[in-house]
């Protein structure tokens, strides 16, 4: 296989996250397709293949893998990272902000870790498949009672994914930022201080860019032995307490 262009599936890889690893990866030579209601237009390579699909739909992905397959017979590498937000008390959310949230997040996650393992698993040349979990997997947010949900059952399907597609040589990773400047916390800068507390509280005294969460998701997209796990990239965030003595 010396010489064979290694390929890549980024969902919602037209911002934030996705974008940078989109970059991030074809700057490695990798044939990577996007996935995602937008295309990336600010990237003109001709190793990039976007595809607009919406991942919560069974279909578009469906035949957005169908491209890829008529494309390549081989999938190295796959982040799944579409995701979307809201911001709602529980007790005020109805029933379709609920569905949004996870049809995206989680049943959208699952058609990509599917199709993507399936993909891998028909090539038999094994492949690295990571999901961006978020550290609300880990620890609950008030407000968004439907993104935690879906972000902890989407570590649970990594920890799933890892057992069942093991034997195929696949590995399956997940990866938790913390507070990342994306389009996701755009609405946090109307909160009076809310930025500069958590800055504050983070032990490396900032919130978190795009390019800090990169070189964990590459290594996690290359790494031949760790499956299953879910690294947190927060800067030391998730190390704080709320007793602690000195906040």
Not at 30 to 42: A, G, I, P, Q, Y
Not at 216 to 238: E, R, Y
Request: proline share 4%.
């Amino acid at each position: 296989m010396t010489g064979t262009i290694k390929t890549a599936v980024v969902t919602g890889g037209s911002r934030g996250i996705g974008l940078g690893v989109v970059k991030a990866l074809l700057d490695q030579n990798f044939k990577v397709f996007s996935l995602s209601r937008n295309v990336c237009e600010d990237i003109n390579n001709d190793r990039l293949v976007s595809i607009k699909c919406d991942v919560a739909n069974e279909a578009n992905q469906l035949d957005a893998f169908k491209q890829i397959r008529e494309t390549t017979s081989r999938l190295d590498a796959c982040f799944i990272n579409a995701g979307v937000c809201g911001v709602s008390p529980l007790l005020e959310m109805d029933t379709d902000e609920w569905d949004r949230v996870l049809s995206t997040n989680l049943t959208g996650a699952f058609y990509s870790l599917r199709e993507a393992g399936r993909l891998m698993r028909d090539s038999t040349c094994g492949g690295n498949i990571v999901a961006c979990c978020s550290l609300s997997s880990f620890k609950p947010e008030n407000m968004i009672v439907h993104y935690n949900a879906s972000k902890a059952g989407l570590r649970m399907l990594v920890e799933s994914g890892a057992r069942e597609l093991g034997p195929y040589n696949i590995r399956v990773n997940g990866i938790a930022p913390g507070l990342t400047k994306t389009d996701l916390i755009a609405g946090t800068e109307s909160i009076p201080g809310y930025l500069e507390r958590v800055a504050k509280r983070t032990p490396l005294g900032r919130i978190g860019e795009v390019a800090d969460i990169i070189p964990s998701i590459l290594h996690l997209l290359s790494d031949s032995w760790v499956s299953g796990q879910v690294l947190i990239a927060d800067g030391g965030l998730s190390l704080v307490t709320p007793t602690d003595p000195l906040e």
